[in-house]
């Protein structure tokens, strides 16, 4: 879907805008015979923080973002995991009608969204702060 080489456009036009910070994943998923890649990215930078989630709705990641001098967003709801018993806090998402639980990192991701592929690869090609 996208290559490196236009992350590094994007980077190059963005240069100094404060719209793109944080760590990008370009992940490679399989599902039968078929690849998908596609991006992801994780946290913030010197000027903003940012949740992921993934919306099962619109099928796309979905990005809460807020200015570092003010507080951090307040879950929208919290639920109980029956299987761990943990309780997970779920976050209301611009354009998104449902509340989503956070994915904190790549590495806490342990399915593809889009193909259920366990064995997914995830490569990091972008950070910056």
Known sequence: ??????????????????????DGY?????????????????????????YTAFDPESKQFV???WNRREPAPKPAMTIWDHRTGEFIQLYQFPDVKHPLP?????????????????????KLVLAID
């Open 26 to 50: 370009e992940v490679t998923a399989r599902q039968g015979d078929k690849e998908l890649t596609y991006m992801v990215n994780f946290g913030g930078g010197k000027l903003f923080e940012q």
């Open 102 to 122: 956070v994915i904190p990192s790549m590495e806490a991701m342990k399915v593809c969204p889009f193909t259920g592929d366990k064995n997914f690869k995830a």
């Open 1 to 22: 879907m996208f290559k490196r080489s236009s992350w590094l456009a994007v980077v190059l036009i963005c240069g100094t805008c404060s719209v793109w910070a944080g």
């Open 63 to 65: 990005y809460l973002r």
